[in-house]
């Protein structure tokens, strides 16, 4: 198993919303204790999971404070301070640096056709504007045209401590942890965690490891011990679940989760839909596979 400082099992953790759309911060100390009572190693917060671009930035910087203050300093952080603008990445990553997080992470600008120099320009700003580790968030498809060139040179910059691999492509997730052995590369969809690891990744993060983050710490175990056949026994039974999340909506249905289990984060903010009455259905009939029943 990688021993690299960053690396683990990390929550991508949701966002919990009052029903009028505020934040609703009294649930975050027993959500954060629930979480960590599973094993994991640390909480993703702010990212696409905690809804982060529904969000204004005071908002983000007031729920990372947050976690922190619940977190008390059991786990290691990582703050994810994305944004379209350098500066309104520098302001969030500032918060999370004066909370004490361990590290920040930022996708890529998106939206505006940024080229490739802009968006390794970005980077090299916050990397050198926040006294934290940076790892880069490579989520194809949903950002700007990073290129695993760009990348490379970026594992290379002071500060630029690894990458989060949202991707389905392995083959760079191997090649990043083999030309970079000192970088924390992180595998990002839950539905391939085994896949990644036996690809050389430290870790995953990912939005499932909110409800079942044990049955991640576990996998992560059996794949160091050579138990093959158990590990990917586990990523079965995750990914039974994660057909029902995406047929009913990841986020919502994440939060459906927590909230059967007794953690009630509320509803997502709009536009993303309400759960209707077959989806809740489906989700309470796929509950026995996070219980393992």
């Not at 002071?158 to 970079?180: C, I, M, N, W």
């Amino acid at each position: 198993m990688s021993q690299h400082p960053l690396g683990g099992i990390f929550s991508a953790l949701v966002t919990p919303f009052h029903t009028d759309g505020r934040l609703k911060d009294d649930v975050v100390p027993e959500l954060v204790d629930f979480e960590l009572a599973q094993g994991i190693d640390g909480f993703y917060v702010g990212g696409s999971t905690g809804e982060a671009f529904l969000q204004s930035n005071a908002e983000r910087a007031h729920y990372l404070r947050f976690v922190a203050e619940a977190a008390r300093g059991r786990c290691t952080l990582i703050a994810h301070i994305g944004n379209v603008g350098t500066r309104d990445a520098i302001e969030l990553g500032a918060a999370a640096a004066e909370a004490g997080y361990n590290a920040i992470s930022a996708i890529p600008p998106f939206y505006y056709d940024f080229s490739r120099e802009e968006l390794v320009a970005h980077y090299r700003t916050l990397a050198d504007a926040i006294d934290v580790p940076l790892v880069i968030y490579n989520f194809a498809g949903r950002s700007g045209r990073l290129t695993a060139a760009d990348i490379h040179d970026l594992l290379e910059y002071p500060r630029v401590a690894g990458v989060k691999h949202t991707s389905q492509d392995l083959f760079q997730l191997e090649r990043f942890k083999r030309l970079y052995p000192n970088a924390v590369v992180y595998n990002g969809f839950d539905e391939m965690c085994l896949g990644g690891l036996s690809m050389g990744a430290d870790g995953a993060i990912g939005t499932t490891f909110n409800f079942m983050g044990d049955l991640f710490v576990e996998m992560r175990m059996a794949h160091a011990e050579k138990r093959m056949d158990d590990a990917l026994a586990l990523q079965v039974r995750a990914n039974r679940v994660i057909d029902v999340l995406i047929e009913v909506g990841v986020f919502p249905g994440t939060k459906a989760l927590l909230k059967l289990l007794g953690y009630d984060c509320g509803e997502c903010r709009a536009p993303f839909r309400k759960l209707d009455a077959e989806g809740w259905k489906k989700i309470e009939h796929c509950l026995r596979y996070v219980l393992n029943q």
